[in-house]
């Protein structure tokens, strides 16, 4: 982007008041290079001196190398290519000493471009490969859009527009996650214009340069501009817009006579040249073409050298002025010669062979030692795991003592089941059940069974049904509390002293149904923390609803009541049933749907006249149906009581 005066001293402004010294140099550098470009040399060289002096204080060697890179540019812009070439490599070994593999492929790509506008393709292309390789390796995109706009470049030059296509359109997809107004960006449509103008599809080369025009003139690309003019002057001689043709080189030429790059003017010339001798206009085509000739000998710019003389050898011969018409096509052969040679074509298809194979065997490389870091990674969290498992499992056994023994199982099992189905290898449902003597009669008990679930599933589950447990055997056995609403209320007071839930904002709890089987009065009194009981008795299906709160948290609610409900089997038999919500909300079926309450209390009703041990397996299997290949989403907990039979 251009600068204007007030521009820049407001940027010196800026640079005067900049305490940190790498940042100051930092500036100093950014400044030198673009007021560089818009032909300022004597102030670009000034401003690198004063980076220099500070970078040296500082011991700053990026900004030393900056600056040497500056150097190069100027000497390559006055044409003292050997000057150039000294700074270039005193740059390159900065970096290299650095490991600054940006700058570095900066420097590479920098010469590439010197050396390829002298005709050294060779090492033009040694050079512009090296640049791309670390441009790759340091994920600099924008930078790697230039490099591939370079290769492109050299493609074109050498007539071959499907390998210029796929670098310039390389280039722009480098730019993707960049600024998609960057400089490259415009470069690289002007490269694809190129592209359609050597395939002769004009319309399709216009549409790409007045792409690049647009993003030029939003950032005020005038050496850009001046190049897509030219562009467009090329592309309208091919068409015979000659008026057309004639506005553009015109504006081309008005910006080109003023840059600092001398290159692009010697282009400029040889196009007039040539367009004017086509147009018959010789006396105007030689001066052309001599000013054209005289810059490129005085930059050592071989290409453009050899076309001068080749196209001043035609008009001469046209003209019949044979004799200077045998001396610039003899110049012209023994240019073309030195610089082309026999085997360009073939050099850049070994670079370009020589460049996939190495990046290949980097990536196999990297492959094979991502591979050896993934077997070792493996290892060791295989190594974790099992340590995690092996605790886990320890868990269990703990959780599993913790349960009702089978023993006292055994005691009930003529009107109970349980089908207990941990999600992983520890629960947060958890059954417990325990008997005092009858407070009115020692011969009966009073049998108390309850089905929790608690909050979560897994380890944080199980910790929450150590807590239940413990606090179910205190409140009962302890503290002598038999009523189970009055139980649910101390269970929830016990949860929420235990988790100290007046003082944080922790909600963990549990939901659970609660049943005391009184022998003497032949019922059953139930209590239900968002739980319900549901039984059949007299052939009909019943369900009676816990309270729509659970255990547990509540912060601003330090008590919760609770309702006693009475169901007596002294008449009438029941089977009756608690659970936690596992086996209804478990996925399934045709439509892979949760199983839902209402089929979970008709599989009950369907199965409750059978033998205890029945049912618990019917519950088994319609399960395993249901589930089909499903993974089971949580603990599952079901629990059948056989009364008054």
């Given at each position: 982007?251009?600068?204007?005066?007030?521009?820049?001293?407001?940027?010196?402004?800026?640079?005067?008041?900049?305490?940190?010294?790498?940042?100051?140099?930092?500036?100093?550098?950014?400044?030198?290079?673009?007021?560089?470009?818009?032909?300022?040399?004597?102030?670009?060289?000034?401003?690198?001196?004063?980076?220099?002096?500070?970078?040296?204080?500082?011991?700053?060697?990026?900004?030393?190398?900056?600056?040497?890179?500056?150097?190069?540019?100027?000497?390559?812009?006055?044409?003292?290519?050997?000057?150039?070439?000294?700074?270039?490599?005193?740059?390159?070994?900065?970096?290299?000493?650095?490991?600054?593999?940006?700058?570095?492929?900066?420097?590479?790509?920098?010469?590439?471009?010197?050396?390829?506008?002298?005709?050294?393709?060779?090492?033009?292309?040694?050079?512009?490969?090296?640049?791309?390789?670390?441009?790759?390796?340091?994920?600099?995109?924008?930078?790697?859009?230039?490099?591939?706009?370079?290769?492109?470049?050299?493609?074109?030059?050498?007539?071959?527009?499907?390998?210029?296509?796929?670098?310039?359109?390389?280039?722009?997809?480098?730019?993707?996650?960049?600024?998609?107004?960057?400089?490259?960006?415009?470069?690289?449509?002007?490269?694809?214009?190129?592209?359609?103008?050597?395939?002769?599809?004009?319309?399709?080369?216009?549409?790409?340069?007045?792409?690049?025009?647009?993003?030029?003139?939003?950032?005020?690309?005038?050496?850009?501009?001046?190049?897509?003019?030219?562009?467009?002057?090329?592309?309208?001689?091919?068409?015979?817009?000659?008026?057309?043709?004639?506005?553009?080189?015109?504006?081309?030429?008005?910006?080109?006579?003023?840059?600092?790059?001398?290159?692009?003017?010697?282009?400029?010339?040889?196009?007039?040249?040539?367009?004017?001798?086509?147009?018959?206009?010789?006396?105007?085509?030689?001066?052309?073409?001599?000013?054209?000739?005289?810059?490129?000998?005085?930059?050592?710019?071989?290409?453009?050298?050899?076309?001068?003389?080749?196209?001043?050898?035609?008009?001469?011969?046209?003209?019949?002025?044979?004799?200077?018409?045998?001396?610039?096509?003899?110049?012209?052969?023994?240019?073309?010669?030195?610089?082309?040679?026999?085997?360009?074509?073939?050099?850049?298809?070994?670079?370009?062979?020589?460049?996939?194979?190495?990046?290949?065997?980097?990536?196999?490389?990297?492959?094979?030692?991502?591979?050896?870091?993934?077997?070792?990674?493996?290892?060791?969290?295989?190594?974790?795991?099992?340590?995690?498992?092996?605790?886990?499992?320890?868990a269990r056994r703990i959780q599993n003592a913790m349960l009702p023994l089978h023993s006292d199982f055994l005691t009930y099992q003529e009107y109970a089941f349980i089908?207990?189905?941990?999600?992983?290898?520890?629960?947060?449902?958890?059954?417990?059940?325990?008997?005092?003597?009858?407070?009115?009669?020692?011969?009966?008990?009073?049998?108390?069974?309850?089905?929790?679930?608690?909050?979560?599933?897994?380890?944080?589950?199980?910790?929450?049904?150590?807590?239940?447990?413990?606090?179910?055997?205190?409140?009962?056995?302890?503290?002598?509390?038999?009523?189970?609403?009055?139980?649910?209320?101390?269970?929830?007071?016990?949860?929420?002293?235990?988790?100290?839930?007046?003082?944080?904002?922790?909600?963990?709890?549990?939901?659970?149904?609660?049943?005391?089987?009184?022998?003497?009065?032949?019922?059953?009194?139930?209590?239900?923390?968002?739980?319900?009981?549901?039984?059949?008795?007299?052939?009909?299906?019943?369900?009676?609803?816990?309270?729509?709160?659970?255990?547990?948290?509540?912060?601003?609610?330090?008590?919760?009541?609770?309702?006693?409900?009475?169901?007596?089997?002294?008449?009438?038999?029941?089977?009756?049933?608690?659970?936690?919500?596992?086996?209804?909300?478990?996925?399934?079926?045709?439509?892979?749907?949760?199983?839902?309450?209402?089929?979970?209390?008709?599989?009950?009703?369907?199965?409750?006249?059978?033998?205890?041990?029945?049912?618990?397996?019917?519950?088994?299997?319609?399960?395993?149906?249901?589930?089909?290949?499903?993974?089971?989403?949580?603990?599952?907990?079901?629990?059948?009581?056989?009364?008054?039979?």
């Amino acid at each position: 982007m251009a600068l204007s005066d007030t521009e820049i001293e407001k940027r010196k402004a800026v640079i005067a008041t900049t305490q940190d010294e790498t940042q100051k140099v930092t500036r100093i550098i950014d400044l030198a290079f673009d007021i560089l470009y818009q032909n300022k040399v004597p102030q670009a060289n000034a401003l690198l001196e004063e980076a220099a002096l500070l970078a040296t204080q500082i011991k700053f060697k990026d900004g030393l190398g900056r600056v040497t890179l500056g150097k190069a540019a100027i000497a390559y812009f006055t044409a003292n290519y050997d000057d150039s070439a000294l700074y270039s490599d005193q740059a390159i070994e900065i970096f290299q000493q650095t490991n600054n593999k940006e700058l570095l492929a900066e420097t590479y790509t920098n010469l590439g471009m010197s050396h390829w506008s002298q005709g050294s393709y060779s090492k033009a292309l040694d050079y512009v490969f090296k640049g791309i390789h670390l441009y790759q390796e340091s994920g600099k995109s924008g930078r790697l859009a230039y490099a591939l706009y370079m290769l492109g470049s050299f493609y074109l030059d050498l007539n071959d527009p499907d390998n210029a296509e796929k670098n310039f359109l390389a280039s722009q997809k480098a730019l993707e996650i960049g600024d998609p107004y960057s400089v490259s960006n415009s470069r690289s449509w002007i490269g694809l214009a190129n592209v359609a103008f050597q395939r002769e599809q004009y319309s399709q080369a216009l549409e790409c340069l007045d792409k690049a025009l647009k993003l030029q003139e939003e950032s005020n690309d005038q050496f850009g501009m001046s190049r897509t003019f030219n562009d467009f002057g090329k592309i309208y001689r091919k068409l015979n817009d000659i008026d057309q043709a004639y506005l553009f080189y015109g504006k081309s030429l008005s910006i080109r006579q003023q840059a600092t790059d001398k290159q692009a003017l010697i282009t400029t010339y040889l196009d007039l040249g040539e367009f004017n001798f086509e147009q018959q206009e010789y006396a105007l085509a030689v001066n052309y073409l001599q000013n054209g000739l005289k810059w490129a000998e005085k930059l050592r710019a071989k290409v453009k050298m050899y076309r001068a003389h080749l196209l001043l050898s035609q008009i001469y011969d046209v003209l019949q002025e044979y004799e200077k018409a045998y001396h610039h096509l003899k110049q012209h052969n023994e240019i073309k010669d030195s610089v082309m040679g026999k085997d360009a074509n073939l050099r850049i298809r070994n670079l370009e062979s020589q460049f996939a194979k190495e990046r290949s065997e980097k990536e196999a490389e990297i492959y094979r030692l991502k591979n050896v870091e993934l077997k070792q990674l493996y290892a060791e969290i295989e190594y974790k795991n099992q340590a995690i498992t092996d605790s886990i499992e320890y868990a269990r056994r703990i959780q599993n003592a913790m349960l009702p023994l089978h023993s006292d199982f055994l005691t009930y099992q003529e009107y109970a089941f349980i089908f207990y189905k941990p999600r992983d290898i520890v629960s947060g449902d958890f059954y417990w059940f325990t008997s005092i003597p009858h407070p009115d009669d020692a011969s009966l008990e009073l049998i108390f069974i309850a089905a929790v679930d608690c909050t979560g599933h897994g380890v944080p589950g199980a910790f929450m049904s150590m807590i239940g447990h413990n606090l179910l055997n205190n409140i009962i056995k302890q503290r002598k509390i038999y009523a189970p609403e009055n139980i649910l209320a101390s269970l929830h007071l016990g949860v929420k002293k235990a988790l100290k839930q007046d003082q944080n904002d922790n909600q963990d709890g549990m939901d659970l149904a609660l049943v005391v089987i009184d022998e003497l009065e032949e019922c059953i009194h139930f209590a239900g923390a968002n739980n319900p009981l549901v039984y059949v008795q007299n052939g009909e299906l019943h369900r009676i609803k816990g309270n729509k709160q659970g255990i547990g948290g509540g912060k601003h609610r330090p008590t919760k009541k609770f309702d006693r409900h009475t169901v007596s089997f002294k008449d009438a038999p029941g089977m009756f049933y608690i659970f936690s919500d596992g086996y209804q909300d478990q996925f399934g079926g045709a439509n892979n749907k949760k199983f839902m309450k209402p089929r979970f209390r008709q599989l009950l009703f369907d199965i409750h006249h059978l033998p205890l041990v029945e049912q618990r397996q019917q519950l088994v299997d319609t399960l395993e149906d249901w589930m089909g290949n499903e993974s089971q989403v949580d603990d599952i907990l079901v629990m059948g009581l056989k009364l008054g039979y």
